[in-house]
C-alpha cells in the first residue's frame, strides 16, 4: 500500500480485454461521444448495439463495464446503467470470485445511487483481493460508507469503520468543518485496531496523502511509534514510516538514524527507495518535499 495510496487506475479502450473484435467498443466510444453532447436516446441506442455484441466472456464484459464507468461524469447516468448489467454478468459467469470484478461491480452499484450492495460487494472484493490491492479494496468500502453515510444523514452506514471515519474527517475538513472534523478523527482513534499494520497503514496515510486535509503528522508519529514498538522496530516499511514522521516534524536528526535501519531491513525494490529518502533526510528535507521534488523533475 505504501506507494500506491491515492493511485488512479487508468483505462483506454485499447485495454479492452485485449479482444479482436472491435465493432462493440467502436459503439461504445460513439455512445460515450454522443451523451457528452447531450444526445442521450441515440446513445443509448448505441450502448444497446454494444451490449449485444460484446464477447460473452468476464474480462471483457467487465472491461466493457470500467470504460463506461471512468468515462462517466455523474450518478444514474446511462453509463452507469449499462455498466451494472455488465458488470453483474461477469461476475455471475465467475461465481463472484474474482475481486477485480467484483471492485468493477461495486463502483458500478455506487454509480447507480446504491451504496448499501456497493458496500458489501466491495467488502468481497477486499476479502478475496490480497496484498496492496487488498487495502486499496478496504479503502474504497470506507469512502462508499461515508458516501453512504451523507446520504441516509446517519452514522449507520459507518458501521465502526475507522478509515470511514479518518475519510469523512477529511471531507469535513475541506468543507470548512472543522468540529465534524475533530469528532471523526477522535471516534477514528478509538476504532483503528491494535494492528501493527493497520497502525502503519493509518499514520503512513496521515503523512502521504495527495490530499491535504488527511495530512496530520502529529497523529501519524503517534501511530507509527505505537505499531513500531510493538513490532520491536523490525519492520522495514514501518519504520520508513516512522522516519518520515519525524522528518515532518523537523526532527532530521532521528528520521536519519530510523530511516538507515529501514534501509538495512529493506529488500527488494525497496532498498532503492528507501535509500533516497535517507539521502533526503540527510540533507534536511522531509518526505512530502522528496516527492515533490521527484515529481517536479521527472
Known sequence: MRYLLGSILAVTFLALAGCTQSSYRDNLSRGLELKQTGQIEAARAEFDVMMESV???PLALDAAAFALLSQNEG?????AQYALRLATQAC??????QAGLLDTLARAYMQNLDPAKAITYQQKAAALAVGDRAEIYRWKVAYYRVDASVAAGSDEPMADDHLAYLSRSARSKKAGDTESAAKDLERMMELVPQEPGKLDDVAWAMIASKSE???NPGLALKLSTQACAMT????AGMLDTLAAAYAEHGQFEKAVDIQQKAVQ????PDVKVFAKNLAKYRNGKPWREVIATDTHTN
Open 92 to 97: 455471475a459467469m465467475t461465481d463472484f470470485q
Open 232 to 235: 520491536d522496530y523490525s519492520q
Open 75 to 79: 450518478d444514474n447516468m446511462p453509463e
Open 213 to 215: 486535509f488527511y495530512l
Open 265 to 268: 531491513l529493506a529488500q527488494g
Open 55 to 57: 464477447p460473452s466472456e
